[in-house]
């Protein structure tokens, strides 16, 4: 008789009591972030990932992350892509030719995900240890048939209301075969222009373009310092400001390259301080609770093998199989709400989707960006 009694009561009381606050939480989740920021590390694969861990000791900030998934980076012209390519299929959510920034495979312009924040009212912002004109930053705010049009991409910064930019590449804005002043242009747009900086400071700017270098940064071994992590956190604070909520790009740019040449050293101390910035958006997103920060990459270089390893000595014993890029899949990490969702294997256009619908933006084409 009483345990006839017993389950009803327990069902009552889960109905009444449990249910409710169950549901509560599930209707947060899916309201999705306010804030959303995603790291792209270029060229980096999950043995990229494991030699930089094994050097640091066990110690990575992306070793944190709770939710793991793969992402599938072929192009719409080759089983193999480039960052090009790779980068508008996450800015985008479109499979495009290789060498495309920012547009389709029929060369119709595709709207980013950054685009679509400016549009609802967020502030957004770009990081790069490259150029910020160069393939992967250029795809979330430039529209060319050529990621080597750097003049034509920096042009394209200035048909959009991007809230701050931080990078190298100053001298596609400044010393161009057009003869134009770019930087004049931003100026009279109300951006705080700051060319070369010694250090960043963003705190009396409503909207900031930091030019560190002229081209592209150096590496970390050769001068670069702290920019990448001390970029994130001050554009993270920056951002922050907007109570709508902000997108913010990060860029691990020089991963890429220490793969291209075949340096295991050159790859790993660029993957640890792109994991020095992700720490200090972990941070950040600890502490605020509404922000999703995803980590991923825009495909492989080098078809990297570790061979042996020790974790105590932080060595590792690494071979490169290839001067170029491999097609194999990429790790995604997720942290915060709506960090669930990145589970799995799927296409890297998923990407853009997922952060489409926790936005809640609704998908449009009639409203590029126009030239001011």
Not at 129 to 157: G, M, V, W
Request: proline share 3%.
């Amino acid at each position: 008789m009483l345990r006839g009694i017993r389950c009803p009561l327990l069902y009552f009381f889960f109905l009444c009591f449990l249910y409710p606050y169950a549901g509560l939480s599930n209707a947060q989740e899916s309201n999705g972030p306010r804030n959303v920021i995603l790291f792209i590390g270029d060229g980096m694969g999950l043995a990229q990932i494991y030699a930089a861990y094994t050097v640091n000791k066990g110690n990575l900030n992306i070793m944190k992350f709770p939710y793991t998934g793969f992402s599938k980076t072929s192009s719409a012209s080759g089983y193999i892509t480039d960052s090009g390519a790779g980068a508008t299929a996450i800015s985008c959510g479109k499979k495009t030719f290789n060498g495309a920034i920012g547009m389709d495979s029929d060369s119709i312009p595709c709207k980013t995900i950054l685009e679509y924040a400016e549009d609802n009212g967020l502030s957004t912002g770009l990081i790069a240890t490259s150029a910020i004109t160069h393939a992967t930053p250029a795809s979330f705010i430039a529209h060319q048939k050529s990621r080597d049009r750097y003049e034509d991409i920096a042009l394209d910064f200035l048909k959009t209301d991007i809230d701050v930019f931080i990078g190298g590449g100053g001298l596609y804005f400044t010393n161009r075969s057009d003869s134009a002043d770019l930087v004049k242009q931003m100026r009279a747009n109300g951006y705080d222009v700051f060319l070369y900086p010694s250090s960043i400071h963003l705190e009396n700017s409503s909207k900031a373009a930091v030019f560190t270098a002229p081209d592209h940064n150096p590496r970390l071994s050769e001068g670069r310092g702290n920019m990448l992590p001390d970029a994130t956190e001050k554009a993270i604070e920056f951002l922050h400001k907007n109570k709508k909520g902000f997108f913010l790009m990060v860029e691990g740019s020089q991963i890429d390259w220490g793969c291209h040449n075949n340096d295991i050293r050159y790859a790993v101390e660029e993957v640890t301080d792109m994991d020095n910035a992700i720490g200090k958006a972990l941070a950040f997103a600890e502490q605020d609770g509404n922000t999703l920060v995803v980590v991923t990459a825009d495909h492989e270089t080098g078809g990297l093998s570790i061979l042996n390893g020790d974790m105590n000595a932080g060595t590792v014993d690494a071979k490169f199989s290839t001067l170029g890029h491999t097609g194999i899949m990429v790790p995604v990490f997720a942290y915060g709400p709506g960090a669930q969702n990145f589970t799995g294997i799927y296409e890297n256009t998923s990407i853009f989707d997922k952060l489409m619908s926790f936005y809640n933006f609704t998908e449009t084409w009639e409203s590029l960006p126009q030239s001011k």
